[in-house]
């Protein structure tokens, strides 16, 4: 029997971050400088001569630093491909030579003698900041199960299950292909919310994935349930996380429709932007005394499993507009390799 998920019980192999990520920039970018505020505190004699310092150690830092972020930008994809121990010795040595580099034309431009130690500090640097991404995502491995598991609890709400079988006995005797269709949906779903969800689908399933929920709901909420789907020709194809619309089209009508007792619509807009794909689901807010509980358990699952796949190049908010709560997803695009 196949189990449809687990919590790793030994960390995971080393494994190089994805050096065409916002997010591993900024903290390269980040790491790097504040090595080299500390490099510049080190050396320094006499505050007066701090910033002066700090400039002499930029200018030679800087523009290496902004070359070895370029080559590895361009060689990313090749770096993916290698295993551990190759792919780090080639980020470790482009390291050595783009500072040597630097030092070379601070040499010709300025006359500062170029010597070894630079080199080798950036390599240093360099595998010190293999060594933390590691780390960081050894640590996040726990996490990365948890949300899993958080996601399947958030997910699989009982009294959907009981009400959408109680709506199929209430269709079965007047239309038997229908009730027949829509527990081969139901089927379908589960089994997508079952399965072990640690890689990227395409967008094209999460979209046929929700037309069978919305189907599975219409059953049950009849014309009380208006959908109006604006999806772009343009849209790419592009990989997502796995169960990204269900859950949240789930909260829409759980929180916009149900509660409602004349016929409300949800709406859906996936349309292309210049970086990748942006989501849009709105639905009514009901006035009622009581909010329902539970909106944002899928919302703040939804944001870490963003984190963890994309770290910061995906956005996701929330807000209140006319009447209605609107979710908006900004993703980059992600191809099959």
């Not at 089927?187 to 999460?206: G, H, K, Q, T, Y």
């Amino acid at each position: 029997m196949r189990r449809a998920m687990s919590i790793p019980s030994r960390p995971p192999a080393f494994r190089l971050p994805d050096f065409r990520n916002q997010g591993v920039w900024l903290r390269l970018l980040l790491g790097a400088n504040g090595l080299l505020l500390m490099g510049a505190l080190i050396r320094n004699n006499a505050w007066g001569d701090l910033p002066r310092e700090v400039i002499e150690l930029a200018a030679l830092i800087e523009p290496a630093l902004l070359l070895w972020l370029v080559l590895l930008f361009i060689v990313s994809p090749q770096l993916q491909r290698l295993s551990a121990l190759p792919g780090a010795l080639l980020v470790v040595g482009l390291a050595m030579g783009t500072m040597a580099v630097a030092g070379f034309m601070m040499a010709l431009g300025f006359g500062v003698p170029a010597g070894w130690r630079a080199p080798l500090v950036a390599a240093a640097g360099a595998a010190t900041v293999l060594l933390w991404f590691d780390l960081w995502a050894r640590a996040h491995v726990p996490a990365l199960a948890e949300a899993r598991i958080a996601a399947l609890n958030a997910r699989i709400r009982p009294h959907f299950l009981f009400n959408s079988l109680n709506a199929v006995l209430g269709v079965m005797r007047e239309d038997p292909r229908r009730a027949e269709a829509t527990l081969e949906e139901l089927a379908e779903l589960f089994r997508a919310l079952m399965r072990d969800n640690r890689e990227l689908v395409p967008l094209s399933e999460e979209i046929a994935l929700a037309r069978k929920y919305l189907d599975i709901e219409r059953l049950r909420l009849g014309d009380r349930l208006q959908v109006c789907w604006e999806v772009a020709d343009s849209l790419p194809e592009t990989l997502v996380p796995p169960l990204l619309l269900q859950p949240l089209i789930e909260n829409a009508v759980y929180h916009g429709i149900e509660p409602s007792t004349a016929p409300a619509q949800v709406r859906l807009q996936l349309s292309a932007t210049r970086d990748g794909v942006r989501i849009e689901i709105e639905n009514p807010l009901p006035e009622l005394a009581e909010q329902r509980s539970g909106n944002h358990m899928a919302l703040e699952n939804l944001r870490e499993r963003l984190m963890l796949f994309y770290d910061l190049e995906a956005r996701l908010d929330t807000g209140i507009d006319a009447g209605r709560y609107r979710v908006r997803i900004d993703l980059p695009t992600r191809r099959a390799s």
